[in-house]
């Protein structure tokens, strides 16, 4: 289906990246927009907004992690200032975060990672 999702969208002049790598993101992904199509992960989190199906932060904060051929502009300390202004501005379930983690097969790195950055919850973690 993420086949005939990028030929629509490139039907209707979009310009979409399919299943890119950090080379693909490098050299096509300007500033003019893009739309990056991959392929969704079985039970992902993710809510509905009038009638739209949308990513849940959880969703973003894992794939940031995991996905670091997309995200490669956001590792290191800028990935550690996205995780800490998003908890310090939103409610995070880290429960549903560790659960998309164990699908995406990050699962104890993520687990070590947020440890690391947010010692307050290792009980939680």
């Known amino acids: 289906m993420t086949e005939s ?26 500033s003019g927009g893009s739309v990056i199509i991959t392929n969704l992960v079985s039970r992902s989190p993710v809510s509905k907004f009038k009638k739209v199906t949308i990513s849940t932060l959880e969703k973003l904060l894992v794939d ?10 956001f590792q290191g300390y800028e990935l550690i200032r996205i995780f ?3 908890e310090s501005k939103c409610n995070i379930n880290f429960s549903v975060m560790l659960n998309y983690s164990r699908r995406r097969g990050n699962y104890n790195k993520l687990k070590s990672y947020l440890k690391k950055i947010f010692p307050q919850y290792e009980s939680y973690l």
């Open 5 to 30: 999702i990028f030929y629509f969208l490139t039907e209707k002049g979009y310009r979409v990246i399919y299943h890119p790598n950090e080379k693909d993101v490098t050299y096509y992904l300007g």
């Open 84 to 86: 800490e202004n998003a």
């Open 64 to 73: 940031a992690f995991t996905d670091t051929n997309i995200y490669f502009a």
